[in-house]
């Protein structure tokens, strides 16, 4: 949760919002229906989730879970949503 709050800060999401989301997060890891879960698992599960919600939150945690080292991996990663938009419409 402390990592979803961080990666909404200053953004126009409520914390209801923020809870709710994890709540959903919560509840998609355990339909998996496995004893234990992964960080990995966490980690792309939140990603999916704020994608979906904001994407500068996206980026925020993003910078974080997967380590970025410089502007670059920014560039990347923002470069990925970029197409992916695309190709949705």
Known sequence: MNGLIKAFEKRPVSYERIQEISQNIERELRAKGETEVTT?????????????????????????????ADVNNFMQEIQNMMSKE???I
């Open 40 to 68: 990995e698992a966490i980690g792309e599960t939140v990603m999916k989730h704020l994608e979906s919600t904001d994407k500068i939150a996206y980026v925020r945690f993003a910078s974080v879970y997967r380590q970025f």
């Open 86 to 88: 695309k190709t949705k």
